[in-house]
């Protein structure tokens, strides 16, 4: 194994860390903060020479890498990187401790929008530098997806598989600069689409700005406490509902509709079954959001639906969906968005392809004799590709039982410890004020061990169960 190698590609992650604080500190002179200013230069200073000297260090190493490379700089890399980014969120006084700025800095990289800070309170490059650090999360989670976790499933179902992922032998890490171009330049137009339709809607610019960078990256939180239409139009709220849509929907689909700019790519965009998926599932959490709540809300059910489903979890409305039974929104948490997406959760494909498995079983149960492959999308698929799927559901229920238990022994009741353990592993933050326990917790009033749970939880759902998973097995490191 070539240490090194992965030492250079954490280097690099340090420079584009390095050069999101210059972002920050640019905007925080903007808006005339100076002392933030400053000390967010003094950052971009601190995290460039570390990325700089990494770099140096390994510039001449090998550029042959192996797939055991990729995993283990695929964990360093999400474990790491909070560690550089929380530096903002103490230097710009939004958390306390340093711990505590960690578990805002895990939140926010993972997409999962589960935050101890009051908006009202914050300055603005803070609030800034926490909707951009959403956004960078939400790139490194798509391209990621694209590159090395496709490549880690050559022999599976396919299903991080995409017309983006093209590679040859040993050059895995030279694939995500491009592909990590590529994504970002998908998920920065569309934001700028976004902001521009919002602040048309009568948004304020600098809410337009960090709802448009959440909401492509699925992240869920806002510039401000409270409902959204507070301070957001219903023009504006269903703009920030499409770019949720958007970055709960497959990346390589969004991809072949921008570079083709055919009718038929719109036609593909909405006729992918992972997609249709997606819809169905939103589809039926707004028709029982509308039995429960009532047709006069259908605005604000019909938003507020999106936004959960794509596992941002904003909230339009006071009265919404907060007012269905817990379970329904658990259920749906878990579920998540798409493979190739910024969104959290199981993924609805695999979803889809365990009940497809699910009930060619149980024909073949009514008829023992008869020979019946599985088929989906047109392709027959071998039982035993299913195996990586079934393993990846076993090790995602066991991880959220013992993230249950974990939650358990540090404090939390049942019902709390289940709803928090969902919140977290499947990236969906904002689960716990939309499931109103009736403790009253609140990420605020988290002990220290129960925001480290939560970051293990976050970093695990975000790195994919089965990856994290298998670096703790003898046999993965026989192998380096």
């Not at 992918?272 to 059910?301: A, C, K």
């Not at 936004?307 to 979890?313: D, I, K, L, Q, V």
Request: charged share 10%.
């Amino acid at each position: 194994m070539a240490i090194t190698r992965i030492i250079l590609w954490l280097g690099n992650s340090f420079v584009f860390c390095a050069a999101l604080f210059a972002i920050t500190a640019i905007t925080a002179f903007v808006s005339l903060d100076i002392t933030g200013a400053t000390r967010m230069a003094f950052l971009t200073f601190i995290a460039g020479v570390i990325g700089a000297v990494l770099i140096a260090m390994t510039f001449n190493t090998s550029s042959r890498e192996t797939n055991v490379e990729a995993i283990i700089f695929l964990f360093l890399f999400w474990l790491t990187v909070p560690l550089l980014t929380a530096l903002p969120f103490v230097v710009l006084e939004g958390s306390p401790t340093y711990f505590a700025a960690y578990f805002e800095a895990v939140s926010a990289f993972t997409t999962t929008g589960a935050s101890q800070i009051d908006a009202d309170l914050q300055r603005p490059a803070l609030l800034f530098w926490r909707s951009l650090l959403q956004w960078f999360g939400g790139v490194c989670s798509a391209t990621f997806a694209v590159v090395i976790l496709a490549a880690l499933n050559l022999t599976g179902t396919g299903v991080h598989r995409s017309m983006l992922f093209t590679r040859k032998k040993g050059e895995l890490f030279a694939r995500l600069l491009s592909i990590g171009r590529l994504v970002a330049g998908i998920y920065l137009f569309l934001s700028t689409i976004g902001f521009i339709f919002m602040v048309i809607g009568g948004t304020p610019a600098f809410d337009a700005i960090c709802l448009s960078l959440s909401g492509i990256s699925t992240g869920g939180l806002a510039p401000r406490t409270g409902a959204l239409s507070l301070y957001l139009s219903p023009f504006s709220a269903m703009i920030l509902a499409v770019l949720c849509a958007l970055g709960a929907l497959n990346i390589a689909v969004i991809w072949d509709l921008m570079r083709g700019r055919r009718w038929i790519d719109v036609v593909r965009l909405f006729g992918n079954i992972e997609h249709r998926g997606w819809m169905v599932i939103t589809g039926l959490l707004i028709l029982l959001s509308v039995l429960y709540i009532g047709p006069q809300f259908l605005f604000g059910l019909i938003v507020d639906s999106i936004y959960f489903t794509s596992s941002a979890g904003f909230q339009y409305d006071v009265l919404s969906i907060d007012l269905l039974p817990p379970v329904v929104l658990v259920c749906l948490a878990l579920i998540g968005g798409s493979a190739l997406s910024t969104a959290g959760g199981v993924k609805v494909i695999r979803i889809l392809l365990l009940l497809r498995h699910l009930g060619t079983d149980l024909s073949r149960l009514s008829h023992p004799s008869r020979i019946l492959p599985v088929t989906f999308k047109s392709s027959v698929i071998p039982d035993r590709a299913f195996l990586s799927i079934w393993m990846y559901f076993f090790g995602y229920t066991l991880c959220f039982g013992l993230g249950i238990a974990a939650f358990g022994a540090v404090g939390l009741g049942l019902e709390d410890a289940m709803t928090v353990s969902a919140a977290t592993l499947s990236n969906m933050g904002p689960l716990l004020p939309l499931t109103l326990p009736e403790s009253g917790l609140t990420y605020a009033s988290f002990t220290p061990l129960q925001m480290a749970v939560a970051c293990a939880l976050m970093l695990l759902g975000r790195v994919e169960i089965l990856a994290a998973i298998v670096l703790f097995t003898p046999t993965f490191w026989r192998n380096t």
